[in-house]
């Protein structure tokens, strides 16, 4: 059973930061690997995707790595800026029919 | 391209009563997920539509959830009776066939409290 884990469950950092979100998972057979952003109250709005061929993708301020064989993955926020407080969840897609299994998510507090 | 939408947006009912759910994919999207997310957890899957037939339901409490997705479009889920554990945001999220990225668009969420 796909087990994911979250380090830290909660971070707070002065704006202008750089900062590293921490996601473990326990099968490295995986399909592929999302990062989303959940603001309070909201859904879930997905922020970068890796495949399981790749090691990284960018996205403005924003990049993901994974390491399937040691099942690790992080997330990293260059220049953090207040708007940037949210919670943050990564999802591991396992097998064929592209279910999700989500970690405890990170909450992030960026302060002025 | 319109995103996925869900109603209500928030629910308040009394356990024992009985609530439902609806959820409009992307249009053109097969592939429906219903999941739960309790407060400070990560989302829970419940159940998994292609088209209109159930590929996953396995954490799907079955004996006061069922959901339906009749036509292979939009979907409902429902809950009767409604406990108290089951106060939770309810969230759909709908991806595209054919499509190896399997990337997952979730709608804003209904926020579910039982008292």
């Known amino acids: 059973k796909q087990e994911v884990t979250q380090i830290p469950a909660a971070l707070s950092v002065p704006e202008g930061e750089n900062l590293v979100l921490n996601c473990s998972f326990t099968d490295s057979a995986i399909y592929n690997l999302q990062w989303f952003r959940q603001d309070p109250g909201k859904g879930l709005t997905s922020l970068l995707l890796i495949q399981s061929s790749q090691r990284e993708q960018t996205s403005g301020r924003l990049n993901a790595s994974l390491d399937k064989s040691s099942g690790r993955s992080t997330l990293y926020i260059a220049a953090s800026q207040p708007g940037d407080s949210a919670t943050y969840l990564c999802?591991?897609?396992?097998?064929?029919?592209?279910?999700?299994?989500f970690g405890t998510g990170t909450r992030l507090q960026v302060t002025l | 391209e319109a995103g996925v939408a869900q109603s209500p947006r928030y629910k308040i009912i009394e356990k024992r009563q009985s609530v439902a759910f609806w959820c409009n994919p992307i249009?053109?999207?097969?592939?429906l997920y219903w999941y739960q997310q309790i407060l400070g957890q990560g989302p829970k899957l419940l159940i998994q539509f292609q088209n209109n037939g159930v590929v996953d339901d396995s954490q799907l409490p079955k004996d006061r959830f069922s959901a339906e997705r009749l036509k292979g479009v939009d979907s409902t889920l429902k809950i009767q009776p409604a406990k108290l554990e089951d106060s939770a945001v309810y969230l759909c999220a709908s991806t595209a066939s054919g499509v190896l990225s399997y990337e997952q668009y979730f709608g804003p969420g209904t926020r579910l409290t039982v008292t």
């Open positions: 999802a591991v897609n396992t097998g064929t029919a592209s279910k999700l299994t």
């Open positions: 249009s053109g999207h097969a592939t």
